[in-house]
């Protein structure tokens, strides 16, 4: 299953790539993808998961960018 969302206030293009290293890392994600240009996040990942996937993602994003929200797409 996929999701999609916006990274309103995404700032720093490295911080991007610490996302989606640290995101990738979460138990139950395929794949996901964190790109800057477009302040996108595609997250593909198992269906029953998806709901504390995105609840760890949010948590990854607060850390490393505090400005930055999640907005689904």
Request: hydrophobic content about 40%; proline content about 1%.
């Amino acid at each position: 299953m996929k999701k999609k969302f916006i990274l309103e206030g995404l700032g720093c293009a490295n911080c991007a790539s610490k996302m989606e290293t640290a995101i990738n890392k979460l138990t139950g994600v395929k794949e996901a993808t964190v790109n800057f240009m477009t302040q996108k996040l595609i997250i593909d990942a198992d269906e029953d998961r998806m709901s504390a996937i995105i609840e760890e993602s949010e948590k990854i994003v607060k850390r490393i960018e505090p400005d930055t929200k999640i907005v689904q797409a």
